[in-house]
């Protein structure tokens, strides 16, 4: 099935087609500035991306079904749904818990319901693969009204990413997925880790926001509630400051002056005192996020590194398996340095837990899970129609 996987933002639409029958991905894009006099809205950039179609393909594309990353599912999307115009509703409503995500997927939908309306199309959430967090993992410990009234609770991101590698990873060790117990460690400018049990999700750093966990590009992670509340009791910032500063002025940037983890790196080689701690913060972070989940999973098999950072730099790789010596890591270094884009083993034969390096691709993950949904609707209309017939 060819499949057109689209991940709306608010400025920006990246989009790819897919052949799942194959797993190659036929053409990519990304239509950016949305809502400047050029793109002035989602419409306009599908313009552009039917007009990138016309142009590898000719005039039909051969499009049979459209896949969204759509980032916040709540608790009432637990796996991918076929769209229409109340799940488009559903997704608009969750928008108090991804403000700057759903509003955009909504608007990506509906853009394509206006171009291809016979198109199906299907959401594929982020937080659907920690639906299966334990009540103990995902309930915060405060009144219970703020969970039942307001929704407060620990929903964890990245899930498709980690849902994928963590099958990709079982594969690797060669066992069944559903006896994988492992660490997904997704780290790119976003950041999180995911305890896996029995190839399902049972903890995650990420919670009722993606804010809350590792110390990622601009976002903070985990911080002491109290130091924001004191700094609106004193009337030094609005909650808007503090939400603003959280998440796009902290992290790598807010320690050391740059979001970018090459930048940094190579700023610490140089003897950059700044870089060297925001380098050692963030390795220390995600050596204690594995410490923890190592006892959640009853013992991990497996260490995965995965994403922008978790997959290409060896540096902060070796910096985290440095300090897990305690639970009996031992990083082949020379493997680790090693470039390659396929799932491989980088801890030495004699490692008490497996280190791996597994590529994400959400889009192909998103395109198959299309695919899948799309075609069991369309045998269960053929069924249902064969049995009225009969």
Known sequence: MRVLVINSGSSSLKYQVRETSTGEMLLSGVIEEIGSGDVPDHGAALDLVEAHLQAEFGGDPGLEAVGHRVVHGGERFSEPVLIDYEITRAIERLAPLAPLHNPAH??????????WPKLPQVAVFDTAFHRTLPEHAWRYAVPNELYTEHGVRRYGFHGTSAQYVSVHAAALLGIPDDRFDGIIAHLGNGASITAIKGG?????????????????????GDVDPSVLTQLMIRGEYTAEQLDSMLNKESGLKGIAGSSDMRAVIARAAEG??????????????VQKYIGGYHVAVGGAQAIVFTAGIGENSWQFRERVCSGLGAIGVKLDRIANVEKSREP?????????IAILVVPTDEEAAIATQTAELVEEAAAAAESLQDQAQT
């Open 106 to 115: 909504a608007l990506g939908i509906r853009a394509i319901m206006r171009k």
């Open 200 to 220: 399902r999700s049972i903890d995650t750093s990420m919670g009722y926001t993606p804010l809350a966990g590792l110390v990622m590009g601009t976002r903070s």
């Open 272 to 285: 950059d005192e700044e870089a060297e701690l925001a380098l050692t913060i963030a390795a220390y972070r």
């Open 344 to 352: 491989r083993v980088i801890s030495t034969p004699d490692s008490a």
